[in-house]
Each structure stands twice: as structure tokens, then as C-alpha cells.
T-cell receptor, first 117, second 112 residues
Framework: NAGVMQNPRHLVRRRGQEARLRCSPMKGHSHVYWYRQLPEEGLKFMVYLQKENIIDESGMPKERFSAEFPKEGPSILRIQQVVRGDSAAYFC???????????????FGPGTRLTVL | GENVEQHPSTLSVQEGDSAVIKCTYSDSASNYFPWYKQELGKRPQLIIDIRSNVGEKKDQRIAVTLNKTAKHFSLHITETQPEDSAVYFCAAPTGNTGKLIFGQGTTLQVKP
């Protein structure tokens, strides 16, 4: 059973370009969370998605950031017009969590390290 | 919403000694408390977790204790080894979406 997959593992972009980060959850998991980790800091929640639905995007910056989790394919975190402050590690986590359950075990992918030049 | 405070920020111990990391949380509705270990450049790895219906859980050299009344939980590592050196994060969920709020992290150094 493959774990959470993320690609690319490293991504370099120049200011103003777009960054697309992909996440494939563990088999059988339909809940995906994205977190951002700035250098030498903790993880901050960004967005929570289920298939075809954004459930909670309270941690997403209001502009330039968007996320999706289509019926087929991986979840995608998209950052438009990147700036240097977007440089960070972006982790996704998947969970087998069922609706209404208090069981919140989350397994993390290897992360995408975004560097904005 | 949830607020998680973690102490200490750094911890240095001799190999074989015990290490204790403490976290407090604010949301009394939180019912699940995981601990993650993150080595440099790697993903956070779930090492142990506890649900609110128990006060303690052990897994070999690692244990977690929970005090719901005081709203704090602790990670205990006994017989520390150099490979235990890493950053450790506590977390607690908030709201009904399961999103995790993380502590600030503790950098543990185990000296051989």
C-alpha cells in the first residue's frame, strides 16, 4: 500500500510564475489536507478537501492560492504569481476520516519544497 | 479556535536519558492528540497518538500522557538514542473538519 505521494519534490520558480503542487492520497483515503511549513517553523493548516469539494479553506491566503481535488486524479495546490515569501515546504496529508468521526489520523506526504527566486 | 503551545523549543539530553516534551491546548472539544517526528528535510511522521478516552498510551520507548482537565499532554521518550534526534511536533484538531493545529516544535538533540 503506497503512502501519500507528492510531486514534484523540489520546485524552483521565478517571481511572477505559477507553481502547481500535486498530492495523491493513500489508497482508500478520500480526505486531503494541505499544510505549509516555512523555514524552521511549524506546520500551518491551509485547506481541507474531499473529492470534488473544498470543505475548509480558512488557512488559505485570500489571493493567488487555490486548491482542488477532482473526481479523478491528484489534489492540486496552485499558487499564481509566486513571490519570495511563498518559498516553503508544502505538505499534504491524507486521512481515512469518515464524516462525523472523531478519528483524525493523518499521514503526510514527502512534501514539495518550493523555492522562489 | 484551537491554540497549541509546546515547550521546550530545544532539548538536549545524553544518550540513555529520558526526554519529556509538553503541550497545552485551548479547545476543550479536542479529542485526539498526535505526535509527529520530523527529521531534517523529511516528512512529519506520526509516532504516537492518544484519544481523549484514555490517560496514557505506550509504545516501546515512547509514551504519551493526557490530562483533559488541565488541557495538556506530554510525550515521554525513555532510553534515548542518537537516532531520536529530530524535531517533534504535537498537534490537536479543531472544529469539525479534523484540521490539525500544530505546536511550535521541539528540537531534540541526543548526545552520544
Amino acid at each position: 500500500n503506497a503512502g501519500v505521494m507528492q510531486n514534484p519534490r523540489h520546485l524552483v520558480r521565478r517571481r511572477g510564475q505559477e507553481a502547481r503542487l500535486r498530492c495523491s492520497p493513500m489508497k482508500g483515503h478520500s480526505h486531503v489536507y494541505w499544510y505549509r511549513q516555512l523555514p524552521e517553523e511549524g506546520l500551518k493548516f491551509m485547506v481541507y478537501l474531499q473529492k470534488e469539494n473544498i470543505i475548509d479553506e480558512s488557512g488559505m491566503p485570500k489571493e493567488r492560492f487555490s486548491a482542488e481535488f477532482p473526481k479523478e486524479g491528484p489534489s492540486i495546490l496552485r499558487i499564481q504569481q509566486v513571490v519570495r515569501g511563498d518559498s516553503a515546504a508544502y505538505f499534504c496529508a491524507s486521512s481515512p476520516r469518515t464524516s462525523g468521526s472523531s478519528y483524525n489520523e493523518q499521514f503526510f506526504g514527502p512534501g514539495t519544497r518550493l523555492t522562489v527566486l | 479556535g484551537e491554540n497549541v503551545e509546546q515547550h521546550p523549543s530545544t532539548l538536549s539530553v545524553q544518550e540513555g536519558d529520558s526526554a519529556v516534551i509538553k503541550c497545552t491546548y485551548s479547545d476543550s472539544a479536542s479529542n485526539y492528540f498526535p505526535w509527529y517526528k520530523q527529521e531534517l528535510g523529511k516528512r512529519p511522521q506520526l509516532i504516537i497518538d492518544i484519544r481523549s478516552n484514555v490517560g496514557e498510551k505506550k509504545d516501546q520507548r515512547i509514551a504519551v500522557t493526557l490530562n483533559k482537565t488541565a488541557k495538556h499532554f506530554s510525550l515521554h521518550i525513555t532510553e534515548t538514542q542518537p537516532e531520536d534526534s529530530a524535531v517533534y511536533f504535537c498537534a490537536a484538531p479543531t472544529g469539525n473538519t479534523g484540521k490539525l493545529i500544530f505546536g511550535q516544535g521541539t528540537t531534540l538533540q541526543v548526545k552520544p
